[in-house]
């Protein structure tokens, strides 16, 4: 054998033992993350819809204080929030209603207008 042909078989094995575990690091490391993201916005978006006439509740308040985590970066959503703070007690549902219908465009949720939030999720 030649030096040359050595070589060409030592970075064959070394290509066809390090691929397996590149692919490996990189699923773990971005697919999860990614998924696990967007995971715990569905959940929060759940939190908003199942906890909305109850807005003093932890559950609806630790889901509200999360926009600003996840969805902090879209101007619309943000500026909401900040409205939703700032409103009076007759003004949030609308606001509220807003905020989610927002959140289901930026999550790609089809299907779901604002008249649906606002009058399939009743108070229970």
């Not at 691929?19 to 916005?41: G, H, M, V």
């Not at 109850?54 to 619309?76: C, Q």
């Not at 609308?94 to 989610?100: A, F, G, Q, R």
């Amino acid at each position: 054998m030649t030096t040359e042909s050595i070589i060409v078989l030592i970075v064959t094995a070394l290509s066809t033992l390090l691929s397996p575990l590149i692919a490996i690091w990189i699923s773990e490391t971005f697919i999860r993350k990614r998924n696990l993201k967007d995971s715990q916005k569905k959940d929060i978006l759940n939190n908003l819809i199942a906890n909305r006439y109850k807005v003093n509740t932890p559950e609806f308040l630790r889901a509200f204080n999360s926009i600003m985590m996840y969805w902090g970066k879209e101007d619309n959503i943000k500026k909401l929030v900040f409205e939703y703070k700032n409103s009076s007690d007759s003004e949030k549902t609308p606001i509220l209603v807003e905020i989610i219908y927002q959140l289901c465009i930026v999550e790609k949720i089809k299907g779901l207008s604002r008249e649906d939030i606002l009058s399939v999720f009743k108070e229970s």
